[in-house]
């Protein structure tokens, strides 16, 4: 995936930063906004993971930092569950202003809570994922038990959570009292997948059940059997990146591109605003050709001489593994390694314009295995007999003629 950082502010005129990660080899197809746990922040790997699944699939992501957390701005001590909505709505303005409006929330503990509150406030949503998220948004409440009293007495108080100090105020704590969540869902209207693990020990698995109950279909349940409230294992965020990847597309505007249809082995087809980026039918497998973004194009696929390159390099290691194979040579692996260029033909004495390039293919090749020098060195004439090699180095000719 491609990541780009992103600034926005929000009600309150506080900078917010975030990453918006981009798939690498298209335009995406829809916008998600994520939205983090109760004192994490964009970078914690759970969520890049479930980012790079959905970028994989066409979507941009959106990961930003809450207000005084990470490295956006303002004091997390003034802040609260309310706040954290509002900046879920400027970043969903954000996206609407300079690329295009989300269709679709994921929210991860408190930050699902979080997602369905926003969810009601922004038409543009048709889909919500929470994970592991908590059916009250007042159950935060259960991490501040041992500092409650000293809240409520003083005003304030010092937690330490998940190994980091932070202030909580009582209007943190009046805020999260005041959102009750089971009538918001009632009426969210929105298409709903629920993640939760029954060995959740945060925040229990009873909370998925009472979203579940009070959501409307089309809604969704998966277990995340044997995962932790915070995903640590890398298998279980991947997981969860997949399935909403694969789940939204059932509730999403996400296009099925036409193959390439032809009835020769090879073609290629590209629409007059795609700029280079062009669709290739290569056999029956589908390709995407294109070029660096400082040409014009995308970088969304491969350029063409890198398509040429790469048939030179698969054919010379296919020929010389095909060759070892009928002497009962013991070569373990060949490694074809090529660099495309243009060079000055000055040199070249059977050209017929000295001061013109030509075009030159340097290929180193790595030979792995219980080889003599003599076979190495066969091999290496071999390399040269590859009829890919034979096509690039003979005559050829290129006849072009209209459709009819």
């Known amino acids: 995936m491609k990541t780009k950082k992103v600034h926005f502010t929000n009600n309150d005129g506080k900078k917010l930063e975030g990453r918006l990660e981009l798939p690498f080899n ?11 746990c109760f004192t994490c922040n964009k970078n914690l790997i759970a969520i890049r993971n479930i980012c790079d699944s959905l970028t994989k699939m066409g979507f941009a992501v959106l990961r930003f930092d809450f207000t005084g957390l990470g490295a956006s701005e303002g004091d997390f001590s003034d802040t609260n569950f309310s706040g954290n909505v509002a900046d879920l709505l400027a970043a969903a303005d954000f996206l609407k202003e300079n690329y295009a409006a989300p269709t ?5 503990s408190l930050g699902g809570a979080a997602v369905i509150y926003a969810a009601a406030k922004i038409a543009s949503i048709q889909a919500v994922a929470t ?11 259960n991490l501040l038990e041992g500092s409650k009293n000293e809240i409520m007495k003083k005003g304030e108080a010092v937690v330490n959570l998940g190994g980091r100090n932070f202030t909580i105020k009582k209007q943190f704590i009046d805020d999260l009292n005041s959102a009750p969540m089971s009538e918001v869902v009632q009426n969210l209207k929105k298409a709903l997948l629920i993640f939760h693990a029954p060995q959740d020990n945060t925040v229990g698995i009873e909370h998925a059940e009472n979203i579940y109950k009070a959501a409307r279909h089309p809604k969704s349940f998966v277990s995340l059997d044997g995962a932790d409230h915070l995903l640590s294992d890398q298998q279980d965020s991947r997981y969860v990146g997949g399935v909403v990847a694969k789940w939204a597309e059932r509730y999403l505007p996400v296009p099925e591109e036409e193959p390439v249809k032809s009835k020769n082995e090879v073609a290629a087809s590209l629409h007059k605003g795609d700029q280079f980026t062009t669709r290739l039918k290569l056999g029956n497998h589908p390709f995407t050709a294109d070029e660096p973004v400082e040409s014009g194009g995308h970088n969304y696929g491969p350029t063409p001489y890198n398509f040429l390159s790469g048939g030179l390099a698969a054919c010379t290691s296919m020929t010389l593994q095909m060759y070892a194979r009928q002497k009962g040579w013991d070569l373990e692996n060949v490694a074809v390694h090529i660099n495309h260029a243009k060079d000055y033909a000055e040199d070249c004495a059977n050209c017929k314009d000295p001061s013109a390039k030509i075009d030159t293919f340097k290929r180193t090749i790595s030979l792995k295995g219980n080889l003599s020098s003599d076979q190495k060195e066969r091999l290496i004439e071999i390399a040269n007999k590859c009829p890919v090699h034979r096509t690039l180095t003979g005559e050829v000719e290129v006849m072009t003629v209209l459709e009819e």
């Open 104 to 108: 679709m929330l994921v929210g991860h």
């Open 26 to 36: 298209q335009d995406p197809h829809n916008f998600v906004l994520f939205a983090h």
């Open 131 to 141: 994970i592991a998220a908590p059916s009250d948004p007042g159950h935060v409440l």
